[in-house]
């Protein structure tokens, strides 16, 4: 069992290096209560965030949109090396029981992972968290702090990492995301 997990390691190592990876099983943290996917539609900008390999540019932003068939569409934006990529993906709710706790998928032949809305006012912060056990020996986190503004105040994201942090959830490799210029065209 050594020998495998000691391979396992080995080989998704690579694959986490731009993550944010702990030893043990996932934390548990509380979401949104009574969370309404409505209120939360529309255009969030990302202040903050653990880092991610699939998000490597400046002026990031996600986009929420609601289907015809009550999943939501997400397209997030990035711009990177002076170019714009888009990536789209969809949101369901996979328990109506807990409506915070979303899946997302970016691609058909992937499995839908965790996006739970730890907290949010709808009109100017929301705290996610996504993570994913592997095998219970360790797991991979991400986390961003979103604003419906490009910029946040320093005391807004002190207590998001805070509330995180009441969590369980290790934010001290959050990284700040370049929104600086983003409006003008490229």
Same mark, same amino acid.
């Not at 709710?93 to 979303?102: G, H, I, R, V």
């Not at 970016?106 to 705290?127: C, E, G, K, M, Q």
């Given at each position: 069992m050594k020998t495998v997990s000691a391979l396992l390691v080995s080989l998704l190592l690579p694959l986490v290096s731009a993550q944010t990876f702990r030893w043990g099983p996932c934390p548990t943290p509380?979401?949104? =209560? %009574?969370f309404e996917i409505n209120k939360y539609l529309g255009k969030w900008y990302e202040i903050e965030k653990l880092p991610a390999f699939f998000e490597k540019g400046k002026c990031i932003e996600a986009n929420y949109a609601l289907r =015809?068939? %009550?999943? @939501?569409?997400?397209? %997030?934006?990035?711009?990177?090396?002076?170019?714009?990529?888009?990536?789209?993906?969809?949101?369901?709710?996979?328990?109506?029981?807990?409506?915070?706790?979303?899946?997302?998928?970016? #691609? /058909?032949?992937?499995?839908?992972?965790? /996006?739970? @809305?730890?907290?949010?006012?709808? #009109?100017?912060?929301?705290?996610? /968290?996504?993570?994913?056990?592997?095998l219970r020996l360790f797991h991979v986190d991400f986390a961003w702090i979103l604003s419906r503004s490009r910029i946040l105040p320093a005391e807004a994201i002190y207590h998001a990492k805070e509330t995180f942090s009441r969590d369980n959830i290790d934010v001290s490799k959050m990284l700040p995301t370049d929104q600086e210029g983003c409006d003008s065209p490229l």
């Open positions: 509380m979401v949104q =209560p %009574n =015809p068939d %009550n999943t @939501v569409q997400v397209v %997030n934006v990035q711009t990177y090396k002076g170019k714009i990529s888009k990536a789209e993906g969809t949101a369901i709710t996979q328990d109506p029981m807990e409506p915070a706790k979303l899946g997302v998928s970016f #691609s /058909y032949f992937t499995p839908y992972a965790p /996006y739970w @809305v730890l907290s949010t006012d709808y #009109s100017s912060i929301a705290l996610v /968290y996504s993570c994913t056990d592997v």
